[in-house]
Nanobody, 125 residues
Framework: QVQLVESGGGEAQTGGSLRLSCAAS???????????MGWYRQAPGKRRELVAT???????NYAASVKGRFTISRDDAKDSVFLQMNSLKPEDTGVYYC????????????????WGPGTQVTVSS
């Protein structure tokens, strides 16, 4: 089965930067392509919220709280999605999750929603 795995999380100081990566893995016989993708985050004690999305055509959308600071991008040749986070604030702290609609062909062609296990991002003041 296809899986999404995030990486790049860690600690940063206020005003610093981090780059998150999300890679889809699967055999050449199952993984076909990534459709609409996105990044979500969940702060301690709070609900999961949308951070940024990017469509298969490259159109992006951001939460108001991260506009101008975060940039979502994708590399379909590598079945990957990225989130460049600049000018980090303590409120950006949380577990970041990669979510995507992925087209697979095993046992038949279909598109399903997948979530990564998450990666911790901690921003200290």
């Amino acid at each position: 089965q296809v899986q999404l795995v995030e990486s790049g999380g860690g600690e940063a100081q206020t005003g610093g930067s981090l780059r998150l990566s999300c890679a889809a893995s699967g055999s050449i016989f199952s993984l076909i392509s990534l459709n609409d993708m996105g990044w979500y985050r969940q702060a301690p004690g709070k609900r999961r919220e949308l951070v940024a999305t990017i469509t298969s055509a490259g159109s992006t959308n951001y939460a108001a709280s991260v506009k101008g600071r975060f940039t979502i991008s994708r590399d379909d040749a590598k079945d990957s999605v990225f989130l460049q986070m600049n000018s980090l604030k303590p409120e950006d702290t949380g577990v970041y999750y990669c979510k995507g609609m992925i087209v697979t062909m095993t046992p038949y062609r279909r598109m399903n929603e997948f979530w990564g296990p998450g990666t911790q991002v901690t921003v200290s003041s």
